[in-house]
């Protein structure tokens, strides 16, 4: 499936997931899908396939199994890396609300973590798109 197509669906699952561990579980896929496009437009970064730490289960949190690894091609690179640009930042906004609402301390760090991966996937756009990194 085409990345364009992923990112889209990963909007509509976003807006239709206001729980908290579903924005986590976003967060994640979303990680996870820029990473996928990141190998398939053959630029790794000299990173290696599995980011560092504990994996999360992305189905625990509702978002159900990776997209990314349904991703079978990008047509436009530019309006894709744009579309994932976005979306990390409508996630990271909502992330922010969630982690500053959380109740327990295992919630909150699970929304640093998500935060995190977020703002990895971020400045991995931006090196995608050659502006260096998009981070804050």
Request: glycine fraction near 14%; aromatic fraction near 2%; charged fraction near 30%.
């Given at each position: 499936m085409d990345a364009a197509r992923l990112v889209a669906e990963a909007e509509r699952a976003l807006r239709g997931?206001?729980?908290?561990?579903?924005?986590i579980a976003?967060?994640?896929?979303a990680y996870e899908l820029t990473e996928?496009?990141?190998r398939l437009l053959g630029d790794?970064?000299?990173?290696?396939?599995?980011r560092a730490g504990p994996a999360p289960v992305v189905a625990a949190?509702?978002?159900?199994?990776?997209?990314?690894?349904?991703?079978t091609g990008v047509r436009d690179p530019a309006g894709t890396l744009r579309a994932l640009g976005v979306l990390l930042g409508e996630i990271g906004l909502t992330l922010v609300g969630i982690t500053c609402a959380?109740?327990?301390?295992a919630g909150y760090w699970q929304c640093?973590?998500?935060?995190?991966?977020?703002?990895?996937?971020?400045?991995?756009?931006g090196e995608l798109a050659g502006g260096g990194g998009g981070g804050d």
């Open positions: 997931s206001p729980q908290p561990e579903h924005v976003e967060a994640w896929q996928a496009v990141g790794d970064g000299g990173r290696p396939g599995v949190g509702g978002a159900g199994p990776l997209r990314a690894v349904r991703l959380a109740e327990d301390e640093i973590e998500a935060l995190d991966a977020v703002d990895e996937a971020k400045d991995r756009v």
